[in-house]
């Protein structure tokens, strides 16, 4: 079908020319990126290499992939990965219901049964799926794929994706092969519950992602929830710092701290107190021995700790 | 800049990093991306390109300190002195010849010296075992089936019943014209169910560590998916280290990464690392667990109980196998293992070979319940 070449790489926001730039940009879209997460990004865009992010759940690596398709103003096509997740689901895969239709209506009405198998596995009955849309895109800037928590498929597919994402096109037995024009822009996440095999993350740029410091997380607050005020988002981010230390199974992530201060600001809450922790801890720590250790620990030594930062 | 690049790239593979030729070419082509007389650029280039795991940062920001502030001066720091080193020779790997136990009769010389025949071997405790019953051991293994353990996956294989197939379905028809259509199924695959084995290294289990990591060694190269660990003061996954096929080499790198064998056991921390880094990430889940220990805890045991709680949550089925239990009289008194039991499926001993294949044998019954649906 197409035969593009993989003509040139990369995409590159309006304005940008280093990374510095991009972290400004990056921020305008209220994402706040640290200067390696930026330059990681950056290098991404200029290389048109895959992005392999790492982290602990709740770090913001989805939202990357979402930032970049907003800056680059191009589609964001995902791919949640899963467990048993095939090429079929991935990929490709044939419309049977439209087949069979026309098999019954080539038969109703006498047609050309000597090229119906052609017909039938023709581009016409071919549903695309993710990987095959993101090759496919047609458009000045290539899309953004979200290959999303690829440690939850398997091996098999692991290898099928390192194949895609090395000359970025696939072979459709019937079709031929597909290229994209221009690779789309790629970003992996892994939350890490089983070791991704190397080979494909070496095809990748790698950047862990940690759980910001105090200051950046508080300015992702007052960026994600602009109704917060500035006393309230700097308790929370001191809050959720002390809980990240109390040695919890789920250490809370930027996602619930901005979760939390929503739940919060939704019952008008100025600054912290007992009551309103107490209320609120289920949209911050979503265990259920986390929340009994924390309460355990002292919800009043934990406001007090916070309005003291 | 490319000759600094290559040098560089030797030096993180000096300190362990698995940095190829195609990773320092990308490490050159991102520092043209960027401004390579700034040091935050160098930086973050060489972190994206050069590193692939978290554990990474640590190695790399020593050697970029170092390589790139000091002129390009590295040598590795000097490897932390071991508690526990392997001598070379061939039979001596564990445990320590002085904590091999005399035979009930005293006659130390007696047991070394003598060779048992299969039948007896298989019942004979691990910790009277001399060098030669060992390497009889590590053909003994080689027979024990622990690929058996099966579980459902969701990828689905062509069956005569199950979920409705239409691509295959649509096949045949396109063979018969498109007229008689035979209905295809599908349902989901068998595939091994994932095995995770915690071995206690701990001083009182040292009779029983070799046979039992020899054991963990079987389990590593059956080609399963087997994962192995070992708790002592700390944790540490010996999955890789055991991964080849020679048992004393195999047992060796594993000695060489634990830095607490024969040491103590604070076994509810242990699990605990195991549950917080692996574990509820995905490894214990679905899968069955096997704990191999006497359950001396010198930690605190509602630790251990709540990790086995945790556990016992996520896994499929939890076994414990104690080398104790099979002791006449033994009655599950140390702390830990009271504790522990509650959440115990299926309580093993483990002091003999015939012991080891009744564990791999519960382990596929793990499964085997599964399959039929129960």
Redesign the interface.
Same mark, same amino acid.
């Given at each position: 079908m197409s035969s593009g070449a993989n003509g040139r790489r990369g995409a590159m926001p309006p304005g940008v020319t280093?990374?510095v730039e991009l972290q400004k940009k990056l921020g305008e879209h209220d994402y706040l990126a640290d200067?390696?997460l930026s330059?990681?990004i950056?290098?991404t865009l200029?290389?048109g290499?895959p992005l392999?992010l790492?982290g602990e759940a709740g770090v913001g690596k989805t939202e990357v992939a979402k930032v970049l398709s907003r800056i680059l103003d191009t589609p964001l096509i995902r791919l949640q990965c899963?467990?048993?997740i095939?090429v079929?689901q991935a990929v490709y895969?044939?419309d049977?219901?439209r087949?069979?239709l026309h098999?019954?209506a080539?038969?109703a009405l006498g047609g050309d $049964?000597e090229n =119906?198998?052609r017909d039938?596995y023709s581009r016409e009955f071919l549903i695309s799926r993710p990987l095959l849309q993101a090759l496919e895109h047609e458009g000045e800037t290539p899309p953004v794929l979200l290959i999303d928590e690829v440690?939850?498929s398997?091996d098999e597919f692991e290898a099928f994706l390192l194949e895609i994402l090395s000359d970025f096109s696939v072979t459709i037995p019937e079709i031929g092969t597909i290229r994209a024009e221009r690779p789309p822009i790629v970003v992996l996440t892994s939350?890490?519950?089983?070791?991704v095999h190397?080979a494909l993350? $070496?095809r990748c =740029?790698?950047?862990?992602i940690e759980h910001p410091g105090f200051e950046r997380e508080v300015e992702i607050v007052r960026v994600r929830v602009p109704e917060a005020e500035e006393r309230l988002a700097r308790q929370v981010a001191a809050a959720v710092g002390r809980m990240r230390r109390m040695d919890l199974?789920?250490p809370p992530g930027v996602a619930e701290t901005i979760d939390w201060t929503r739940a919060l600001v939704a019952l008008g809450a100025r600054e912290l107190d007992e009551r309103l922790v107490e209320a609120t801890l289920g949209s911050v720590l979503k265990y259920h021995?986390d929340q009994q250790r924390t309460t355990a620990a002292g919800l009043a030594a934990l406001v007090a700790g916070a309005r003291g930062a | 800049m490319v000759d600094a690049a290559v040098a560089f790239g030797r030096v993180l593979r000096g300190a362990g990093l698995?940095v190829?030729p195609?990773?320092v070419m990308?490490f050159v082509?991102?520092l043209e991306?960027?401004?390579a007389g700034r040091r935050?650029?160098v930086y973050?280039?060489g972190?994206?390109?050069l590193?692939?795991?978290?554990e990474d940062?640590e190695t790399y920001d020593r050697a970029f300190e170092i390589f790139w502030e000091r002129g390009g001066e590295y040598r590795q720091r000097p490897v932390p002195k071991m508690r526990f080193r392997i001598p070379p020779p061939k039979d001596s790997v564990l445990p320590a010849k002085k904590t091999v136990r005399p035979n009930r009769e005293g006659d130390r010389e007696a047991v070394t010296l003598r060779y048992s025949p299969v039948e007896v071997l298989r019942r004979k405790d691990f910790s009277e075992y001399t060098p030669e019953e060992f390497r009889e051991l590590d053909r003994l293994l080689e027979e024990l089936s622990l690929g058996g353990a099966l579980r459902k996956?969701?990828?689905?294989e062509p069956a005569r019943r199950g979920h409705y197939d239409?691509?295959r379905?649509?096949r045949g028809?396109?063979r018969t014209?498109?007229e008689t259509v035979r209905h295809r199924f599908r349902r989901a695959r068998s595939e091994p169910r994932r095995v995770v084995v915690l071995c206690d290294v701990s001083g009182s289990m040292s009779p029983y560590s070799r046979a039992l990591l020899r054991f963990l060694h079987a389990g590593v190269i059956s080609g399963a998916p087997f994962e192995s660990f070992s708790l002592g003061t700390r944790l540490t996954r010996l999955t890789r280290e055991l991964a080849i096929r020679d048992p004393d080499a195999a047992l060796r790198r594993a000695a060489d990464a634990m830095e607490d064998f024969s040491g103590g056991t604070r076994l509810g921390d242990a699990l605990k690392e195991f549950?917080?880094r692996w574990g509820?990430?995905?490894?214990a889940r679905g899968a069955v667990v096997v704990i191999l220990s006497d359950g001396w805890d010198r930690g605190d045991v509602d630790v251990l109980a709540?990790q086995m709680a945790?556990i016992h949550r996520l896994a499929y089925h939890v076994i414990w196998v104690n080398p104790l239990k099979a002791r006449p009289g033994y009655q599950p008194l140390a702390a830990g293992m009271a504790a522990a039991l509650p959440y115990v499926d299926t309580f093993l001993s483990g002091n003999n070979f015939e012991s080891l294949r009744r564990l791999a044998r519960a382990i596929s019954d793990a499964a085997e319940r599964d399959r039929h649906g129960a």
């Open positions: 280093n990374a200067e390696g330059t990681a950056y290098l200029r290389l290499r392999f790492e899963y467990e048993g095939d079929y895969e044939w049977y219901a087949q069979l098999i019954r080539t038969e $049964r =119906l198998e039938l440690d939850r398997d939350n890490r519950t089983r070791e190397d993350k $070496r =740029l790698y950047f862990y199974y789920k021995e | 698995s190829g195609d990773r990308e082509r991102a991306e960027l401004d935050e650029d973050w280039a972190k994206v390109t590193t692939s795991r978290p940062g996956t969701r990828r689905l239409a691509r379905t649509m028809a396109m014209g498109g549950v917080d509820q990430r995905g490894m709540e945790r």
